[in-house]
């Protein structure tokens, strides 16, 4: 048997996120929301890795982060 990769989603430096929306308008399984125009938060249920998010910031504040 194989063995399974490790599942990574994304995780936002709430300190350097400023809220511009970039991430939530990138992410295509609406799995990032940006809270009272401050910060993005990403529901790790819907999150599904792909990494489209942490592309797109402008402010490199979204890393992927393994979940076991």
Do not use: H, Y
């Not at 990769?5 to 300190?15: I, M, T």
């Not at 996120?17 to 993005?40: H, L, Y």
């Not at 489209?52 to 490199?60: D, K, M």
């Amino acid at each position: 048997m194989a063995p399974v990769a490790p599942v990574r989603v994304a995780n936002v430096n709430k300190d350097k996120c400023v809220g511009c929306g970039a991430c939530m308008k990138a992410c295509t399984r609406n799995a990032v929301t940006v809270w009272m125009g401050k910060f993005s938060a990403v529901n790790e249920a819907a999150c599904i890795g792909c990494g489209r998010c942490t592309r797109v910031c402008p402010r490199g504040c979204i890393q992927l982060k393994e979940v076991k």
